[in-house]
């Protein structure tokens, strides 16, 4: 009561302050969101104004366009990218927490790629992925490999080159992460458990893991999210090439609504992405309950 | 109100392009700025600052003022129409042949009949091919009233580095007759060789299309609705182009390629001859060798050269407030003394066929020695295919799977009939998008699984 008496306006400061962000949100989030559901019933192609449709974009995307399905499975195969990376981040991240020299000057070499733009690694791999004189066809040259596959234009192989790229771009974040998140394991259960006789294994699979679930949970959350949206790489090296091979249903959005200016049906194709993204996310989160120990 | 002219002055800057006096109405003795926005080289701009001083000579009614944007396609395409939908396009502004049809169609592109009814301008003097690709009737592209005038035309022609002709011991092609696909592969297979280690082919790749169309196949149907290349002529003509490469060995494997680009092996001299447009004459005559053009090889002896052509148009916006000084500008440009003097950069064939037949776009002194080339193959010249549709969405997705012909994992006769339905169904969908009437099947009435 005192409180109030001494500061009448206190509560229009935390309006103020708390303003900017919902006004951000009311602008830059909820109006475009409301705007492109209202959109996704039209074909609306910029120059003139907007014709309903009624349900003819959605008909479409679940009926007739067959790059809906194709894209989307080329989007699954990029999550394969996910628990492959974790298993490699947390491997390099428990081989650091051991390392006591030098540890500073691991984390920032693990760290760099997650600095660096997306657009800047696209094109550094693109080099490097070259078959005639990448650095990887030199090096595969250099021990005896003269016929260097061709990684980004051959349709069985682009996929699986740019699920290497996802890993390394996002093993500096996750070591990171996961690095803090062994910091919080209990040392007295360790401890404990090294007296009674556990070996190595036994420590991580029955201490360490268990502890560091709820840090795995969320990397797998937001990297299924980020792999769902995933454009600016595949954009920069294939364009979604070679015959669609590598294409993102994010960016087959991109270049039906900026390319081809169908921008009705790009909303519509948008508004799926979200569902899935909730879905996926939702389902995430129903199966954590069996893995993820809370603390 | 205010605000608003703050506002609209504000986008001007960053747009660059705003005309001076937008919807204000000059006054008669005042000069009408009327801005001109398009994308190029540095040594267009030249050429584009002398032909607009030489108008605004003999016009003093018009200040021009031309904007470059830097990027062509889709770049380009995507900044005209944020201009357009801004309220600010500029007056006068390129517009692709490629883009034409969505222009058109989104009623951003002026009419021009009633200025012609007044004007001197000869439209007999221009490449038929070149003037028709910006008719529009409502309904129907290249057909009806123009909505643009030709700039330029850019038929497909065979360029060939005389240099490694000479080492090989080939003769050169003929400058006025083209080759027969068999003497040009017996050419091609001369200059494929190993040498220092280093692969040299005899060609790129051969255009598809001219291909196609110069064996009397079609790639579209009469009507643009449905795709056509499942007819054997048309499969044949497209396998002959793949077999090149994966059968007789002249080009270069297009799956060990990666993003090299095709020109770029012409310019390195690792490939001895390449199709392409007149645009590139300015780079190509810094490259260290000899080279020359010839016309693009036919099925057989007799049957016409038929090519793919660009064009760009010159177009007045719908919301033009000065329409009248605005066509004063693209008459001048698309005229025989804007001609010339756009013609002197060496990236262009003029419009007017009696330019191109002139030393001003020959230019004896300069590469190539024969560009006459240039002119016989802009006779029997063809829009390419996608500028019959809405979009060119079709023609990407016919690429992507024809990727599969190119690099002969099989065959077009095995490959087009399959596709076909998923290709016409982008068709169909891009004429829906417009608005206009399915003609097509849908892909589950075509049985597509």
Redesign the interface.
Known sequence: MTAVSRFPHERWWAYLFAAPPILGFLVFGLGPLIASFVLSFT?Y????PP?PVGFENYR?LF??D?FIGKTLVNTAFYLLGLPLGMAVSLSIALLLDRVTRFRGFFRTVYFVPAVCSAVALGLLW?WI????YGLLSMALAAIGIEDSP?W???PSLVKPSLVLIGIWTNLGYEVVVLLAALKTVPRQLLEAAELDGASGWQRFRHVTFPAITPTLFFISVTGTIAILQSFDQVWVMTR?????ASATYMLYIY?TG?????MG?ACAMAWLLGLVVLFVTWAQFRLARFWVVES | MMRRNFVASMLAALGGCRSRGHGEGAAPTERVAVTFVGWGAPEERVVFAEALAELERQDPRVHVVYTQVPGIGYDYLNKLRLMIVAGLAPDVFYVPDGAFQELVRGGALLDLEPFLRESTLDLGAMWTTAVDRYRFDGERVHVGHLFGLPKDLGPMVLYYNKDLLRRRGVEAPPPTEPLTWDEALAMWRALTFVDRGLMRWGITRFPYDAAIWSSGGEILSADARSWAMTSPVSLGAFQWCADLAIRHRVGPDPARLADVSLGELFEAGLAAMHPDGRWMVPRYRKLAFDWDVALIPVPSRGAPSITRSGSVGLAISARSPHPKEAFSVIEFLAGPRGQAILTGAGFQLPNQRAVARTNVFLQPSKRPAHAEAFVLAAESSRPAATTETPDAFWEEVFSAYADQVWRGERSAAELFPEIAPRINQTIRVAFEEVGLQPRGRSLSQAGWK
Do not use: I, M
Not at chain 1, 45 to 48: N, P
Not at chain 1, 240 to 244: E, L
Not at chain 1, 258 to 262: G, K, L, N, P, V
């Open positions: 074909r192609d910029v120059l003139t014709e479409r009926v007739e067959f693109k992925y070259r078959t005639d061709a980004l234009s051959e979604g090439g070679p015959a669609f270049v900026f390319q081809y200016f169908r049906y």
